[in-house]
């Protein structure tokens, strides 16, 4: 008895090509979404930081007086003006030393100033007291996103176009106005 061989040779063989090709395309489909995830995730961490940061400065005026020192909280430096904070310790850190209420609101914004740059990349600060409420204060926390390589990953910064001039792509910003 003779067996004749089947015509469909290598149909096994191209069928696990086709395979791999499909899991392939899966499995880069997994990678990207699990790296969108890791973004996604550093870019909230770093909202989250921004806005514990700024509750902490507003908190800080409050204690020293709210509407009333508000002014000596203004801070109005450029994005590249702020590249350098300095590493100096507050006046009124000691006990021994009585400050009055302006010297505690520079070393309250040099603190802060260098936290925000410690916790956030390239983090910038920008503080002004409202033109028409005088008991209202403006702030903005700007910062360099690395994983946004685009405006259109970018959250609308209008309201950072101070801090954004000079800083280029990646940039997110957190606006608050605060009643003291």
Same mark, same amino acid.
């Given at each position: 008895?003779?067996?004749?061989?089947?015509?469909?040779?290598?149909?096994?063989? $191209?069928?696990?090509?086709? /395979? @791999?090709?499909?899991?392939? $395309?899966?499995?880069?489909?997994? *990678?990207?979404?699990?790296?969108?995830?890791?973004?996604? *995730?550093?870019?909230? #961490? #770093?909202?989250?930081?921004?806005?514990?940061?700024?509750?902490? @400065?507003? %908190?800080?005026?409050?204690?020293?007086?709210?509407?009333?020192?508000?002014?000596?909280?203004?801070?109005?430096?450029?994005?590249?003006?702020?590249?350098?904070?300095?590493?100096? %310790?507050?006046?009124?850190?000691?006990?021994?030393?009585?400050?009055?209420?302006?010297? @505690?609101?520079?070393?309250?914004?040099?603190?802060?100033?260098?936290?925000?740059?410690?916790?956030?990349? %390239?983090?910038?600060?920008? $503080?002004?007291?409202?033109?028409? *409420?005088?008991?209202?204060?403006?702030?903005?926390?700007?910062?360099?996103?690395?994983?946004? /390589?685009?405006? %259109?990953?970018?959250?609308?910064?209008?309201?950072?176009?101070?801090?954004?001039?000079?800083?280029?792509?990646? $940039?997110?910003?957190?606006?608050?106005?605060?009643?003291?």
């Amino acid at each position: 008895m003779l067996i004749r061989r089947s015509r469909a040779r290598g149909v096994g063989l $191209i069928e696990l090509l086709v /395979a @791999i090709a499909v899991t392939s $395309i899966g499995l880069l489909a997994l *990678v990207a979404s699990h790296l969108s995830a890791l973004r996604s *995730v550093k870019q909230t #961490h #770093h909202a989250s930081v921004a806005t514990q940061l700024a509750t902490d @400065i507003v %908190e800080r005026m409050r204690a020293n007086g709210g509407r009333d020192q508000a002014g000596d909280y203004v801070f109005t430096n450029s994005w590249s003006g702020q590249a350098q904070v300095p590493k100096t %310790e507050p006046a009124c850190a000691t006990k021994a030393v009585t400050c009055s209420a302006a010297e @505690i609101a520079a070393d309250d914004l040099l603190q802060w100033r260098q936290s925000v740059r410690a916790l956030l990349p %390239e983090g910038s600060v920008y $503080i002004e007291k409202d033109a028409i *409420v005088t008991d209202v204060i403006r702030l903005w926390l700007a910062w360099r996103d690395p994983a946004s /390589a685009s405006d %259109e990953d970018v959250a609308d910064t209008t309201d950072c176009a101070q801090l954004k001039a000079s800083a280029g792509d990646g $940039i997110q910003c957190l606006f608050l106005r605060v009643k003291l």
